[in-house]
């Protein structure tokens, strides 16, 4: 039935911020003809929060190593702030080059089948290395 997931960015400066998926992050994309381009994404996964408000979404990326992504965005200039740990991840958000700011996180929280990690061979995530992770705090 779902195929798929479509995510809009509005942004004041859609071509540079679009230049920057493709170029900084490395998405790759399809072009539909003046610059408009749809990226790939990897695979995501949907929560719901409580909330006073209904209409109210947030997108983040989610990375392995945020120590890792951070020093890379550095070193091309582009701007992230100070990693803050979270219960559920290690959480950065980076400046992009439309003036935006986007979150990327290093999930510490139980991945669902189909999210991204790879599956051990019962089928079940691993969470012995979120576990490790909250024992150093």
């Known amino acids: 039935m779902i195929t798929g997931a479509h995510t809009i960015i509005y942004s004041k400066h859609p071509d540079a ?3 920057f998926f493709r170029d900084i992050l490395k998405l790759s994309s ?3 003809g003046d610059n408009w381009l749809i ?8 929560a719901f929060h409580p909330s006073e408000s209904n209409s109210i979404h947030e997108f983040y990326l989610m990375v392995d190593n945020i120590e890792l992504f951070t020093s890379r965005m550095t070193a091309q200039g582009v701007g992230c702030t100070p990693i803050a740990t979270r219960e559920w991840g290690l959480l950065t958000e980076l400046t992009l080059p439309g003036g935006g700011k986007l979150g990327v996180y290093q999930p510490l929280h139980a991945r669902p089948a189909g999210g991204g990690r790879a599956l051990h061979k019962k089928g079940k995530r691993s969470t012995e290395g979120v576990r490790a992770r909250r024992k150093r705090r």
């Open 17 to 19: 911020d679009r230049t």
């Open 30 to 32: 399809v072009n539909l």
């Open 39 to 46: 990226f790939a994404l990897p695979p995501s996964e949907l």
